[in-house]
């Protein structure tokens, strides 16, 4: 089982940056796809991008393609989600989590969750 803790989150204003981590423990980390989901007030969980376990393949969501990149460093157990451009409409709970496959955007094909830091976007 692998233990996630996201960090970075906080408030910023509109066409801002931020860069969330997710630091993981546990062997197997290396070895599994991983994903950045988040969770506006009162909406659903949402996928926002995934990373194989290289980091080779990428994927976004379509409302963050070309604003948000995700990366991961294998041998600090660390998975990055750098956001530029923020909008008010990307202030949500953001988590990592542990990917079953490579390509889903679908909760029920990652395992490990964290429990989520906050960004905020004024506008």
């Not at 994927?59 to 963050?64: E, I, L, P, Q």
């Not at 909008?87 to 990652?110: I, M």
Request: some cysteine; proline content about 2%.
């Amino acid at each position: 089982q692998v233990q996630l803790a996201e960090s970075g989150g906080g408030s910023v204003q509109a066409g801002g940056s931020v860069r969330l981590s997710c630091a993981a423990s546990g062997r197997t980390f290396s070895g599994t796809p991983m994903g950045w989901f988040r969770q506006a007030p009162g909406k659903e969980r949402e996928f926002v991008a995934g990373i194989s376990r290289s980091g080779g393949s990428l994927y976004y969501a379509a409302s963050v393609k070309g604003r948000f990149t995700i990366s991961r460093d294998n041998a600090k157990n660390t998975v990055y989600l750098q956001m530029n451009s923020l909008k008010p409409e990307d202030t949500a709970l953001y988590y990592c989590a542990t990917g079953v496959r490579f390509g889903s955007q679908r909760e029920v094909d990652y395992g490990s969750w964290g429990q989520g830091t906050h960004v905020t976007v004024s506008a």
